[in-house]
């Protein structure tokens, strides 16, 4: 593919409409070669009429261009919109090309997904990719504009319906295969995914890898911008910097990504302020209201939703309420992200047994170093069902993935005894109360009968009494129940109880 150094991206579509004002093919050929991936995203008809229009010569010049025409029949949005894809009903025709195969398949898999219909999306995915990774040499030559925007539509595809392995396999080939016919925009569209896989995944180190392949001196459109400023603003969160968060999200316009809202409302609902926390539930309701069920109770979009429910519920001090949206949502417990949720939501209404159960389930199918197995962890030691030893591993692999938002969940005042670097304590201790979500914990059955005596006025000496125990035991339950819920008073103990509905 030839680079006309004279277009800038931004220019290519103005270029491309006074070169065909001017009947100039040559100039066309050139601006169509340099910025095929803007003009898809951007200017979808201009771009038609343009292959469509090409005299005989520049076609013979251009046999690719077939193709690409052809590609571009297919598709009624850009790249933009994906589930535009018709899902087409396969109808026999003699000697289909390798392109009409995979675009119908390409359409079959994005139309599935758009209804939640996953498992369909995925078999369509998987035998376009057979078909692609089968064909002939001069077949893939031909359609050399086109296949990494369809292996990036079949990323999606394995993405959406929660197969991380084939969406980072695939979304690597688009990669690949951008950069050697030189079509940066798509390279760059791939990279953005990939990072926000590992991002989400709370694999740092590899986001930051692919984010710089993004190559951030392309003048790139929104819609091809979407998962490069997620990353950017998820590791803003994580790294405790959420000015810098809030700046990546703003430039995520709310309707640029048809199928990223759940992905958009991860992050939202990971930046949002207690105020906020009626929005962030509105706002969810609203996206999938009309939806039909499977598209938001499984997958990706599943794994989003399920930590916005738990996010925005603590929010609004109404945490015992998690529980019944996600049985509502029909959002189960398949998943890391998923079963995380339920473990919090169960802690939040004193089922300490099925919170340690689903803990201890994703600490053991997850990395040790992975977002969800850190929180589970944290999540154990506010349970206290994980020795000194176990969370000071946990925070050191907090500290080097530099996964900071997770240690909010430790209460604040152990923040002195992690031994924690001074900077990293620094920012923690100074987290505006706005920011912090607080510790999500649950109380023996014994440090609750004790908390609503509190609450009742009761002393230390009556509670021993009533309870048939010790003072000193009364003594050592009120440090455990101190020490659980982050205070030093009664006071604020029995103001907590109450917000949580445990006294």
């Known amino acids: 593919m030839t680079r006309d150094e004279s277009v800038s991206s931004s220019e290519a579509g103005s270029a491309l409409r006074a070169a065909l004002v001017g009947q100039d093919w040559d100039v066309v050929a050139e601006v169509i070669n340099a910025h095929w991936s803007i003009l898809l995203a951007q200017d979808l008809p201009l ?12 076609r013979q010049d251009q046999p690719q261009w077939a193709t690409a025409a052809a590609y571009v029949g297919l598709v009624a949005g850009g790249v933009s919109a994906p589930t535009t894809y018709r899902d ?9 090309s390798l392109l009409d195969r995979v675009s119908e398949l390409t359409s079959r898999s994005a139309g599935r997904r758009a209804v939640g219909d996953f498992d369909a999306a995925v078999e369509a995915a998987q035998r376009a990719t057979d078909l692609l990774h089968t064909a002939a040499d001069e077949e893939r030559v031909l359609m050399k504009y086109v296949l990494p925007h369809l292996l990036i539509q079949l990323a999606r595809s394995f993405e ?3 197969d991380e392995r084939l969406a980072l396999t695939t979304f690597t080939e688009a990669y690949d295969l951008g950069r050697v016919v030189d079509d940066d925009h798509a390279a760059a569209l791939a990279a953005s995914w990939i990072a926000w896989i590992h991002a989400l995944a709370g694999r740092r180190l590899l986001a930051e890898r692919w984010l ?3 190559d951030t001196r392309l003048p790139l459109p929104v819609p091809l911008r979407i998962g490069e400023m997620l990353t950017r603003a998820l590791l803003a969160v994580d790294a405790l910097d959420f000015d810098a968060a809030r700046a990546f999200l703003e430039q995520v316009a709310p309707d640029s990504g048809t199928e990223c809202w759940a992905e958009i409302l991860l992050v939202r609902a990971s930046l949002a302020r207690p105020e906020e926390g009626d929005q962030i539930i509105r706002t969810m309701e609203e996206e999938i209201a009309g939806l039909p069920t499977a598209l938001y109770s499984r997958g990706t979009n599943a794994d989003c939703l399920a930590i916005v429910i738990v996010l925005a519920r603590q929010l609004q001090s109404q945490r015992g309420r998690a529980s019944t949206d996600l049985q509502r949502l029909g959002i189960g417990t398949s998943t890391a992200a998923t079963a995380l949720a339920h473990a919090f939501a169960n802690a939040s209404n004193g089922d300490r047994a099925a919170s340690v159960k689903l803990a201890r389930s994703v600490q053991r199918g997850s990395s040790s170093h992975s977002r969800w197995s850190i929180m589970a962890s ?5 349970l206290g069902d994980a020795s000194e030893r176990e969370l000071r591993s946990v925070v050191s692999a907090a500290i080097q993935g530099e996964q900071l938002r997770s240690l909010n969940v430790i209460p604040t005042s152990e923040i002195p005894s992690l031994g924690l670097p001074p900077e990293i304590a620094d920012r923690l201790g100074k987290m505006p109360v706005s920011e912090s ?6 109380l023996s059955e014994r440090e609750r009968q004790i908390l609503v005596q509190l609450e009742q006025g009761d002393s230390a000496v009556a509670i021993a009494a009533s309870l048939f125990i010790s003072l000193n ?28 509905g445990w006294a």
Not at 47 to 58: M, T, V, Y
Not at 88 to 96: K, L
Not at 378 to 382: K, V
């Open 47 to 58: 771009l038609e009429e343009a292959l469509s229009g090409a005299p005989d010569r520049i």
């Open 88 to 96: 087409v009903v396969s109808r026999p025709r003699v000697e289909r």
């Open 160 to 162: 959406l319906a929660g």
């Open 212 to 214: 710089l392949r993004t």
């Open 378 to 382: 944290l999540l154990l030691h506010a």
């Open 437 to 442: 979500l607080g510790p999500i914990v649950t």
């Open 473 to 500: 035991t009364v003594k050592t339950h009120l440090k455990n129940i101190y020490r659980k819920l982050g205070v030093t008073r009664r006071d604020e103990a029995v103001a907590i109880a109450r917000e949580l």
